[in-house]
């Protein structure tokens, strides 16, 4: 299966700033995807980052608040804009083909103070 | 919003028993799949089982698909202390592997 590197690991922010995270996979997938894990909660997907194009966005979820970009077949950023509070959680990046297993980096976990 | 309900949501045992967790979904699925996260941290792959399925295996781990139930279980057998952590369900359905997950179970295994 394919490694996905993802960082930062973790991050302490400013509320009303910005973080970048960014995933980097060793291998070409089709698809790559963006999850948010609130504290104590399972995972809920944010959006569906498609290659050189705009993400597609999850229900509750907007292109102003949380804008990804995927320039290549390996690449994948997500940024978290004029951060609260309320944005700390755990981030995760994935990677997948089609009816296959979906593997994730090891998460980027976000305090805003 | 959450497609899977897990049960339960915590289970304690001691080293060399036995544990099993269940999963229900609410639509069809194209497979299902089970992870382990432990503290907080990534996610690791376990198993995954496609619809037309209804069993794998792979080392001390089992895992059934009802899809008459809209219904999965993960059999841990033999467990250890290692295998303390929070066990995910999730379902892809459509193209691609969009996945809808569980409420997951916390897992706690006693020496």
């Known amino acids: 299966s394919a490694v996905i590197s993802q960082k930062p690991s973790r991050d302490i922010c400013q509320r009303g700033t910005s973080l970048t995270i960014q995933c980097q996979v060793d291998s070409q997938v089709t698809m790559m995807f963006w999850y948010r894990q609130q504290p104590g909660q399972s995972l809920t997907l944010i959006a569906t980052a498609n290659q050189g194009s705009e993400a597609t966005y999850e229900s509750g979820f907007v292109i102003d608040k949380f804008p990804i970009s995927r320039p290549n077949l390996t690449f994948s950023t997500l940024t978290v804009s004029n951060m609260s509070p309320e944005d700390s959680s755990i981030y995760l990046c994935?990677?997948?083909?089609?009816?296959?297993?979906?593997?994730f980096g090891q998460g980027t976990r976000l305090t805003v103070v | 919003s959450q497609q899977g309900e897990e049960d339960p949501q915590a289970l304690s045992i001691q080293e060399g028993e036995n544990a099993t967790m269940n999963c229900s979904y609410k639509?069809?699925?194209?497979?299902l799949q089970w992870y382990r996260q432990n503290s907080g941290r990534g996610l690791v792959h376990l198993i995954l089982i496609r619809s037309n399925e209804r069993e794998k295996h792979s080392g001390r781990l089992r895992v059934t698909l009802d899809t008459s139930k809209k219904s999965s279980s993960l059999l841990i057998t033999a467990s250890r202390a290692a295998d303390t952590a929070s066990y995910f369900c999730?379902?892809?359905?459509?193209?691609?592997?969009?996945?809808?997950f569980g409420t997951g179970t916390q897992l706690k295994v006693e020496l």
């Open positions: 994935s990677g997948a083909g089609g009816n296959t297993e979906a593997f």
């Open positions: 639509t069809s699925i194209n497979n």
């Open positions: 999730a379902t892809s359905t459509g193209g691609g592997n969009k996945l809808t």
